[in-house]
């Protein structure tokens, strides 16, 4: 293969990349988190009776909004307003979903339909939620945008929140640019074992949430109420973890999706998930490139939370699922070793690029002093555990109470330790990549990172680095010895996303990294 063909090749796959790269943030003050705004509801005294007395009502009442990031304000009128959350409906401190379609059909606002406010009753520093976001996001993972709002309904300040932006067809149009495929949005108990290809089976399991209804709740094309997707998928997990399964799983789960995922929520200690209590988790069925996609949601239960008195700070990240449990997609995937050191070379990159101590904690300094003023004032944040602003500040470095062991510091510098020692010597030095796929580590590349590695099945000959524009940026080929290692120097490139191709044993491979 000539170098101008690999060229040309390469820049065909580049043009395609891009096209089925997930989009990304636009401005948006709704979810501009360097700011606290202001969301005022405004609706009946009777109708907010009502729904306080009604707690696991879906009923959506009308309302007026407005919204002020400190700089300029916007009222819509007939707006949709209820509570949301599972446990989080019986606490004095409510968590809420307001709906601007609900009355006045394909309305959005800021592109949104629909926005989440989370209470965060049970956090004593309120940032979990968010700060997880923020690191999913930084580990490259598909963006759900959240902010910081004070609330006020009917005047009154009900207290800080947590804005999170709703994972629906608009979201998966932002992220996926494709929004026609079946999305599932799974609680407990949701554990993809097979029962059979009945596609009734999995509609009547039932979810242990507060509200009821299907633990594989199909969110889009409900009309047509098909799950043949699912059971596809739920079937293929079900087959024997053997070579003809690491060869056919990837055509059907974005599998280094799930095993970033899944590292992510061990690294952060986010037990409420799929690996470990079979829940909270959607699964998109994308059209193109046609294989399902996991999202992790409802991540409050992070970074010291506990109910159970396991210290999860130390837990063994190579033996992290509960064995009283089966969970064939996290157990199948990383029983398959070329699966299993992908999960561990993903767990070595959060662990000194996402949750080391010097990379974290100024973000996490910065969101206690943003949101500081507004929690001082929030005395609806102290009626369910009693959380003085002592706790506040304490739930950022130290024990405050039986279910939160662990300041967020000290959880997140534990946690970073431990991963490094268990992963070692399993660490990088034997993370084979997979036949026919190549590894680019770290991943995302912190800005004072100045080399990357790469590492294909077999040996690399040749490869390049371009931009999102397609202009080639560095050239690097072989080293003598022919290994599938490379370390290529980054230290010239600014921050944004890139593409690396290279050429290995006459294949063209394609994959993107992100520069901090």
């Keep these: ?10 820049f065909l796959l580049i043009l395609l990349f891009f096209i089925i790269t997930p989009g990304h943030s636009q401005n948006n003050t709704l979810f501009d988190d360097t700011r606290v705004s202001s969301v005022y509801i405004d609706l009946p005294a009777d109708s907010l009776t009502w729904i306080m007395n009604h707690v696991l009502s879906e009923h959506y009442f009308m309302a007026r909004f407005i919204f002020f990031d400190n700089q300029h304000r916007d009222t819509l009128n007939n707006v949709g307003f209820r509570l949301r959350g599972n446990s989080s409906r019986y606490s004095k401190k409510k968590s809420f979903k307001i709906s601007f379609n609900e009355y006045v059909d394909g309305r959005k606002y800021q592109l949104v339909k629909k ?81 059979g290809d009945n596609q009734q089976t999995y509609k009547n399991i039932i979810s242990t949430s507060e509200t009821g209804g299907r633990a594989y709740d199909l969110q889009t094309n409900q009309e047509e109420d098909d799950y043949t997707g699912l059971v596809t998928l739920i079937d293929a997990l079900s087959q024997p973890a053997d070579s003809s399964f690491e060869a056919f799983i990837p055509h059907i789960l974005h599998v280094d999706e799930f095993l970033k995922s899944l590292a992510l929520d061990v690294a952060t200690g986010n037990w409420d998930d799929y690996g470990y209590n079979k829940n909270n988790y959607y699964l998109y069925d994308n059209p193109f490139p046609g294989r399902f996609e996991f999202i992790t949601f409802d991540p409050d239960n992070t970074m010291g939370v506990d109910w159970f008195g396991i210290d999860w700070a130390t837990r063994n990240c190579l033996h992290w699922g509960n064995s009283s449990l089966q969970l064939p997609l996290s157990q199948k995937l990383l029983a398959v070793p070329s699966f299993f050191n992908i999960y561990k070379a993903y767990l070595d990159t959060i662990a000194r690029y996402v949750i080391y101590p010097d990379s974290v904690f100024p973000r996490i300094d910065a969101l206690k002093l943003l949101i500081t003023p507004a929690a001082q004032a929030d005395t609806y944040r102290t009626l369910d555990y009693g959380y003085t602003m002592a706790d506040f500040n304490d739930g950022f470095i130290k024990t405050v109470d039986d279910h939160t062991p662990y300041g967020i510091k ?11 020692q268990q992963l070692s010597p399993a660490g990088f030095d034997e993370i084979p990549a997979a036949t026919n796929k190549m590894i680019v580590f770290p991943n995302p590349a912190p800005e004072n990172v100045n080399t990357v590695m790469i590492k294909a099945g077999s040996p690399i000959n040749e490869g390049e680095i371009y931009d999102q524009n397609g202009r080639q940026l560095i050239t690097f080929k072989e080293n003598t010895n022919h290994e599938m290692l490379i370390l290529v120097d980054i230290s010239k490139l600014t921050s944004g996303i890139y593409i690396i191709c290279i050429k290995s044993s006459g294949k063209i491979f394609v994959t993107k990294f992100i520069k901090e």
Excluded at 1 to 10: A, D, L, S
Excluded at 410 to 420: A, G
């Design 1 to 10: 293969m000539t170098n101008n063909f690999h060229r040309k090749i390469c």
């Design 115 to 195: 926005i989440n406010l989370n209470g965060e009753h049970n956090d004593p520093t309120m940032i979990r939620e968010k700060l997880f976001y923020d690191l999913w996001k930084k580990s490259g993972l598909p963006e759900r945008r959240t902010s910081f709002v004070r609330l006020y309904i009917n005047h009154v300040y009900y207290g800080l929140y947590t804005n999170l932006e709703e994972l629906d067809k608009e979201w998966l149009g932002r992220i996926y640019l494709k929004d026609d495929g079946n999305l599932y949005k799974c609680t407990y108990p949701a554990d993809l074992v097979y029962h």
């Design 410 to 420: 000290p959880f997140l510098t534990t946690r970073y330790q431990t991963i490094l």
